[in-house]
Antibody, heavy 121, light 107 residues
Framework: EVQLVESGGGLVQPGRSLRLSCVASGFTFADYAMHWVRQAPGKGLEWVSGISWNSGDIAYGDSVKGRFTISRDNAKKSLFLQMNSLRVEDTAVYYC??????????????WGQGTVVTVSS | DIQMTQSPSSLSASVGDRVTITCRASQSISRYLNWYQQKPGKAPKLLIYAASIFQRGVPSRFSGSGSGTDFTLIISDLQPEDSASYYC?????????FGPGTKVDIK
C-alpha cells in the first residue's frame, strides 16, 4: 500500500523550532519529488516547500523562505521539514505529499494524514 | 507569483445535478492545472491533473477542461459523497499556488 506517514508536530512557543518527518512506503521514494503543504484551521491549502528526487532542485513559499529547510534521505525513504523561528501564523496541519513525477512541479497524487503544528505562547 | 481564483466560493445543489466550478489563473499556465477534493478532517485527494486527465479511480462523473488562464471542473451527476471542498492548483511554476476553494453542499 502506498503510504506517507508524518510525525513531529506538536505545541511550540513562538520563535522556537520543530522538525517534521515523513516516512514513505509502497513506492520507490527516490524516483519522485516530495513536498510539504499546510492548512491553517478553517483555511485553504498553502504550498510550503518542495524538493526534487535528487535534492538538486528545492523551492519554498514566500511565507517560510529563510526560516524553513526541506531535505530528504532517499535511503531511509524519508522527507523532513526543519522549521525555525516559528510564528503563530505557522499554526496548521502539515501534509507530506508525493509528486506524480521526479521534477519539482506537477500534481500531488499521494498525501499523508497530516501532522498538527500549533505555535502559541 | 501566479494567483489562482475560484468561483463560486460555495454552492448547494441536489443529487443528480450538474455542478460547475471555475478556476482562473492570473497568467497563462498552459494546462498545468490540477483539481483536488477534500472532505472535512481528511487529506486532499487528487481528482484531475493536467487540466483534464483523470487520476486513477476517480469516478467518470468528474471532468476537467480548459487551458491558458480559464479552467472548469464539472461534476455531471452530483452524489451525496461529493459533498466536499474542491481546490484548483497550478503546477506551472513555483511558488505552487492553490485556489481558495469551493465548498459543495448537498441540498
Amino acid at each position: 500500500e502506498v503510504q506517507l506517514v508524518e510525525s513531529g508536530g506538536g505545541l511550540v512557543q513562538p520563535g522556537r523550532s520543530l522538525r517534521l518527518s515523513c516516512v514513505a512506503s509502497g513506492f520507490t521514494f527516490a524516483d519522485y519529488a516530495m513536498h510539504w503543504v499546510r492548512q491553517a484551521p478553517g483555511k485553504g491549502l498553502e504550498w510550503v516547500s518542495g524538493i526534487s528526487w535528487n535534492s538538486g532542485d528545492i523551492a519554498y513559499g514566500d511565507s517560510v523562505k529563510g526560516r524553513f529547510t526541506i531535505s530528504r534521505d532517499n535511503a531511509k525513504k524519508s522527507l523532513f521539514l526543519q522549521m525555525n523561528s516559528l510564528r503563530v501564523e505557522d499554526t496548521a496541519v502539515y501534509y507530506c505529499t508525493k509528486l506524480r513525477i521526479a521534477a519539482l512541479t506537477d500534481a500531488f497524487d499521494i498525501w499523508g494524514q497530516g501532522t498538527v503544528v500549533t505555535v502559541s505562547s | 507569483d501566479i494567483q489562482m481564483t475560484q468561483s463560486p466560493s460555495s454552492l448547494s445543489a441536489s443529487v443528480g445535478d450538474r455542478v460547475t466550478i471555475t478556476c482562473r489563473a492570473s497568467q497563462s499556465i498552459s494546462r498545468y492545472l490540477n483539481w483536488y477534493q477534500q472532505k472535512p478532517g481528511k487529506a486532499p485527494k487528487l481528482l484531475i491533473y493536467a487540466a483534464s486527465i483523470f487520476q486513477r479511480g476517480v469516478p467518470s462523473r468528474f471532468s476537467g477542461s480548459g487551458s491558458g488562464t480559464d479552467f472548469t471542473l464539472i461534476i455531471s451527476d452530483l452524489q451525496p459523497e461529493d459533498s466536499a471542498s474542491y481546490y484548483c492548483q497550478q503546477s506551472y511554476s513555483t511558488p505552487i499556488t492553490f485556489g481558495p476553494g469551493t465548498k459543495v453542499d448537498i441540498k
